[in-house]
Each structure stands twice: as C-alpha cells, then as structure tokens.
C-alpha cells in the first residue's frame, strides 16, 4: 500500500503562482505514473497533469496547457505541480495520484492522497 501525501496548497490572487508537492509517506522503488486531478466546488474530479516514470511523457488539460508543469525527482520520491498565472476557476482540491500507466483516466491510478486545497481569490 502507498500513501501519498500532498502540499503547497494555500490561498493566492489571482495571477499568484504555487508550487504543489506529492509523495509518498514511506520511499518507495516502486516506478509509478505520477497524475494531479482536482475537484472543484460542485464538480467532478477532473484530470490536470500526468507524467511517467522517465518524464518522457506528459499530458495536460487544455485549460491549464501554457500555465502549468508537472515534473518529478525521483531521486526525492517526489512529484510537482507549478501552477502560474492561476484563475479564480483553478480553485479546487488537488490531488495526486500513482498507478501502473500515464494516463488522464483517474480510475486507472491505484493510489490517491487526501488533497490539498488550493483557492484563488478574484
């Protein structure tokens, strides 16, 4: 079983920048796709970012394609999210997800964690 853990979330304006961070509780070898999904206020876990092992493949929503970059250290366990130029409709729970392939589907990842919640004033 892997638990992940996520951070960075908080409160910015609209335009503001944050860094979110995902990793496990205990290191793992395991080679896991990494993926960032959010839910909003009365809406659905939607996609965000997904990135492979390697980083040699990456996806993005379109509506957040130019404002923000997933990326990984796997030397630290750890996966990110940078989200700039944010927008009142970035304001959701993010999280992180692990599973066996890169995909936008959030039922092929075997591992979620709790979310941290991002909100971005107006």
């Known amino acids: 079983q892997v638990q992940l853990v996520e951070s960075g979330g908080g409160l910015v304006q609209a335009g503001g920048s944050l860094r979110l961070s995902c990793a496990p509780s205990r290191r793992t070898s395991s080679a896991f796709a990494m993926g960032w999904f959010r839910q909003g206020p009365g809406k659905e876990r939607e996609f965000v970012a997904a990135?492979?092992?390697?980083?040699?493949?990456?996806y993005y929503a379109d509506s957040v394609k130019g404002r923000f970059a997933i990326s990984r250290d796997n030397a630290k366990n750890t996966v990110y999210l940078q989200m700039n130029s944010l927008k009142p409709e970035d304001t959701a729970v993010y999280y992180c997800a692990a599973g066996g392939i890169t995909t936008t589907l959030p039922g092929e990842y075997d591992y979620w964690g709790q979310g941290t919640q991002v909100t971005v004033s107006s």
């Open positions: 990135i492979s092992w390697s980083s040699g493949t990456i």
